[in-house]
């Protein structure tokens, strides 16, 4: 019997020590060594707004409310949230910011801007507007819509621990359209993204110049900045005057004007003069004008570089064309 009782605890120490043995195999085989997760590597995009301004002299301001900033279709969660700018009074090189904020490195192909025309960033109506010489305010909403997206292409790309920094350019002259003094309003959407462009700004220069904002009697004197050899003189008497101009800026009575965020390339220079010839209070196109620079530029053509100032002083010699 006590052999027995002896036999039967061995067995039973036996069967404990194989099934201890069975478990720490089990324990060794499902355990899992941590990992350490994968990190994105990413870069900084830096966004800002500027503006081509309107020609209109009935115009003091214009307004547009960002409610949203896109990139590739998703939210840029850089965006500063929603604001209402006063687009007008960045000119000539001037911005505003945005936002700025990561983003994964890689290519990127589009920007787009949600612009509410309903309310302002502080809830008032209208959110998009443009301010008249007597304080009025007239929405530029189209067809009662409320909102608008802008898709705007552009191809560029974030690298690892570097900045990119993009300009969005609103060219308000080709934004908005009007009938007679007033009733302004944004033109059909399609025509309205494609006043917009958007530029990597270390990729531009800006083309820096003086000359006489009075000449002949003139009220006003514009530049237009065209890519070499896309000008044609139909276009100052088309309904939508120098429609293909990249950019332009008005001769301040400083007798000076800026034409920025030009990418590197050749540019065509058009100078009109403006003149209020009906005694309306709106200036109308009077004529194009040639010009004589001090650096010699032949046709008006200039090369522009990158993160380069060019500098020319323009004198007025003759009249080109007459405006209609």
């Known amino acids: 019997m006590n052999l027995l009782l002896k036999s039967f605890k061995g067995i039973t120490f036996l069967c404990l020590f194989a099934a201890l043995m069975v478990s720490c195999g089990e324990d060794e085989a499902t355990t899992i060594t941590p990992t350490t997760p994968t990190i994105e590597a990413t870069g900084k995009v830096n966004i800002e707004i500027t503006d081509a301004p309107s020609d ?42 945005l936002g700025l904020a990561d983003l994964e490195t890689g290519s990127y192909n589009n920007i787009t801007l949600v612009l509410d025309y309903e309310k302002d960033a502080s809830g008032n109506s209208p959110g998009c507007y443009a301010l008249t010489q007597d304080d009025q305010k007239e929405s530029l909403a189209t067809d009662n819509e409320t909102t608008a997206e ?21 060219d308000l002259r080709k934004a908005i359209e ?69 950019t332009s800026a008005e001769i301040t009575s400083n ?30 196109l009077a004529s194009q004008l040639k010009i004589s620079s001090l650096l010699n530029i032949e046709s008006n053509i200039i090369s522009v570089s990158s993160q380069t100032d060019v500098t020319v002083d323009i004198e007025f010699t003759g009249v080109l064309g007459i405006g209609g």
């Open 56 to 97: 209109d002299p009935n115009i003091k301001g214009i307004f547009v409310t960002v409610a949203e900033v896109k990139i590739d279709g998703k939210t840029f969660e850089g965006f500063k949230g929603k604001t209402t700018i006063e687009l007008s009074a960045y000119h000539s090189g001037k911005t505003e910011a």
């Open 150 to 170: 802008l898709k705007v292409a552009k191809n560029f790309t974030i690298e690892e621990n570097e900045t990119t920094n993009l300009v969005i350019d609103f």
């Open 178 to 246: 009007s009938e007679g003094e007033s009733n302004y309003n944004f033109v059909a959407n399609a025509d309205l993204a494609a006043s917009l462009r958007v530029v990597e700004k270390s990729e531009t220069g800006n083309v820096k110049g003086k000359g006489d904002a009075d000449y002949n009697n003139s009220e006003k004197i514009v530049v237009y900045a065209y890519a070499k050899g896309s000008y044609q003189e139909s276009e100052m008497n088309s309904e939508s005057k120098f429609k293909n101009a990249i």
């Open 255 to 284: 007798n000076e004007f800026t034409l920025a965020f030009l990418e590197e390339g050749e540019y065509e220079l058009v100078f009109s003069s403006y003149e209020d010839n009906d005694n309306d209070g709106k200036l109308e």
